[in-house]
């Protein structure tokens, strides 16, 4: 405890701040920057696309809070939901039991899923639900004689969560050398970036698909088909960038898969739920994959919940004798939790929200392309409303920043500098520096307006800092 009374100020800010600075441990935080004269940036309110902070300051939310909030901010339904719900049954759990809130959303995500994913395992998150995507995958092959296949391939630069298992499929090196030994049997290969294939294929998307899918086929030859289990994957990959799939990728994926008898997991934690213009963004690339694995967009971030959605073919050998899956979560399908999500997915359905997404993100996109004439900027990719700008120090060469250049780009100037002139977004170098957009589903061309409007003054005085 400090000895702060409330309402004085010890950094010249509210007493609000210097609690938070003082007692909570933010996510993924340099906490450094909050002892050396930094305010930890409070939001109040939401209302539609925008967020108030603490001393009444207004932002465009360009990441729906952190890629969830698709029907935007201040669904005073959803809150009603959540509270009739609450009166009702506050909490049971789906352990050997069920309540009507989990049964109603298992059939109706079921019924938007592709294929014959049918059977619907509830998690807290995203995380949770790519943990139990690989446990499920594990055991299915143990119960089906295949005992010896457990490992996972998954992409270079790809965020899968933080769970021990979760963070071994994760491709980003940074984020789990702090806490190795993971799991083993995380295997990587190339993601879809376009932008930086290799030389030979820079100028033919297709042939650039299909090399990358086949250095999946590699990896399970090189790592044995017997040992290899699934592979893990987002449709469109957010971390790097946004990297939508080459036009066949994913098809070929699926062939490759199913030669070696190796499960094809659709990590839509992010891409689910419209971000893409479809309940499920496999859905509308047309290929049908083992598993779907999905969270976020599912209450809008009205409430936290996660799903693993597996195919029936999966789930049958469960069906029988003494067998179960021994893995659950307290908070897994919470009733309030899915309640909600019933609610939001009945906004998504009055509202067509997938539709908006559809008809509106090639204008999404030809506004940010629009920002292709200032010098840092490389590429503009993605779909749906989900965008990546790739900033590069050539655009001719496209050579990147070095870490010292990226760090004072990106930390030293860009997240602060987009925040002050009213866009919260992520600046971000998990790969090469890219600000990324996700703006909640119900944007227009008033929206993108003022994204690019933005995005065109911050970086243009981004260029001058260098
Ligand atoms: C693709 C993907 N998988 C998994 C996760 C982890 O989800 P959570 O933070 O809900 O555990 C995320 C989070 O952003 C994600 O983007």
């Known amino acids: 405890m400090t000895s702060t009374p409330q309402n004085v100020t010890e950094s010249g800010y509210d007493a609000l701040a210097d609690k938070a600075r003082d007692h909570l441990w933010m996510h993924f935080t340099r906490h450094s920057v909050y002892y050396e004269g930094g305010h930890v940036p409070i939001i109040v309110k939401g209302d539609g696309c925008y967020i108030w902070d603490d001393q009444g300051r207004k932002y465009f939310d360009g990441l729906s809070g952190l890629f969830t909030v698709q029907v935007g901010h201040g669904r005073k339904e959803l809150g009603a939901a959540a509270a009739k719900q609450m009166e009702e049954l506050a909490y049971f759990p789906i ?51 295949k005992p010896t296949k457990h490992k996972v391939i998954s992409r270079n630069v790809a965020y899968h969560g933080t769970p021990q298992g979760a963070l071994s499929i994760t491709g980003i090196p940074v984020a789990k050398i702090p806490f190795e030994p993971l799991v083993p049997g995380g295997v990587k290969v190339p993601n879809t970036n376009f932008y930086r294939a290799p030389d030979n294929l820079r100028d033919d998307e297709k042939a650039f698909g299909r090399w990358a899918a086949d250095r999946i086929a590699e990896a399970i030859e090189f790592e044995g088909p017997d040992s290899v289990a699934a592979v893990f994957l987002e449709p469109v990959q957010n971390s790097g960038g946004c990297f939508p799939p080459p036009p066949g990728y994913l098809e070929r994926v699926r062939e490759i898969c199913d030669e070696y008898d190796v499960l094809m997991v659709a990590d839509e934690t992010i891409c689910a739920f419209g971000r893409i213009g479809d309940m499920f963004a496999m859905k509308r690339f047309g290929v049908d994959p083992d598993i779907i694995t999905c969270a976020k967009g599912m209450t809008s971030g009205y409430a936290g919940l996660g799903a693993m959605i597996a195919s029936e073919r999966l789930f049958e050998p469960f069906k029988h004798g003494t067998t179960s899956f021994l893995h659950g979560y307290t908070w897994g399908g919470h009733p309030m939790a899915a309640a909600v999500a019933m609610a939001n997915l009945d906004i998504f359905e009055r509202e067509d929200i997938n539709g908006n997404v559809r008809r509106n993100e090639g204008a999404f996109l030809a506004t940010l392309n629009k920002l292709r004439d200032l010098n840092i900027v490389g590429d503009v990719r993605g779909m749906g409303y989900f965008y990546g700008i790739e900033l590069v120090k050539d655009k001719v060469t496209r050579e990147t920043f070095n870490d010292d250049e990226a760090e004072r780009l990106l930390r030293g100037f860009l997240s602060k500098a987009l925040f002050d002139a009213g866009l919260y977004c992520r600046a971000d170098d998990r790969g090469d520096p890219v600000v990324q957009l996700a703006p909640p589903l119900i944007a227009g061309q008033k929206e993108f307006d003022e994204i690019e409007g933005i995005l065109r003054s911050v970086l243009t005085e981004a260029w001058t800092i260098l």
Do not use: C, M
């Open 95 to 145: 352990w050997s039991y069920a309540h009507r809130p989990a049964i109603e959303l298992a059939e109706r995500l079921a019924h938007y899923a592709p294929g014959d994913l049918n059977r619907v395992f509830f998690t807290s998150g995203g995380g949770e639900a790519v943990e139990t995507a690989w446990k499920l995958a594990k055991q299915y092959f143990k119960l089906t004689g």
